[in-house]
């Protein structure tokens, strides 16, 4: 099948990292050695903090980061879609209680937390964002916001999202974990950057292959040909893939279900 596909994809948390946030073993030197196959690692996550788990194959690989609003190769920016400076503010002024969420605001160049931002916000941010600044306030931030996280406190963030009312009609608003709610421009996703990768490398839909774990792969997997929900994935994401992997994240799924495809 590697004679077949095109490119790989894979989101990171949940996916291809186990849950210690390991990449598994063998990854690197597979991209390394499959020039005729472009990988690509699509996350939520800032590009800066993806970067530093791919140190052997860095240059090699396609980074789909914020979810779709920012797509890098080789330090390269090809790709990115910035919120309207009005969408940012109004999005600071509507969930700004404390007591319910915190904010991140997500650069092209680096992430914004207030410094007042809760403890938990921090300890469950520090890991995801490499360039984190701490300012007393989110005015006057010379940077292209492609996205704002928003941190639920109480780990709440399903129900947070059934009760969020849209500000708008150009934003879109996707759930990407247990406390974390995602606020971006309707025309990002990673979907969308996928099919920008494959305007790029001449890769079709039957020709691309993804994996993912939750509910804002959904994009992804449907952009690609052959998708595969990992085994503990999301239920709903489960139904719209076409696969499931032959493992889950801490089992070496990616990895396990790309030898059987002798994409190895």
Known sequence: MSEEIKIVATDLDGTLLDSDKNVPQGFEDLVLKHDEIAFVIASGRQYYN???????CEDKLFFIAENGG???????VLHKDPMDKADVDACIKEFSDPSVCSLILCGVNSAYMLKSASKDCYENSYKYY??????DSFE????DILKIAIFVEGYRANDYFNEISPINDRLDYLLS???WIDIANKSVSKGGAMRKIQA??????????????YLNDESLLLSCGQSYAMTNAHPELKKIARFESVA???ENGVMRT???????
């Open 50 to 56: 993806i970067l530093d788990l791919f140190p052997k």
């Open 70 to 76: 920012l797509v890098i190769r080789g330090g390269e």
């Open 130 to 135: 490499k360039r984190l600044l701490f300012v």
């Open 140 to 143: 006057n931030i010379e940077d």
């Open 177 to 179: 974990g247990n406390c």
């Open 200 to 213: 790029i490398t001449g890769a079709s839909f039957d020709t691309s292959l993804a994996f993912g774990d």
């Open 248 to 250: 889950s994240n801490d």
């Open 258 to 264: 790309l030898e059987k495809l002798s994409i190895c």
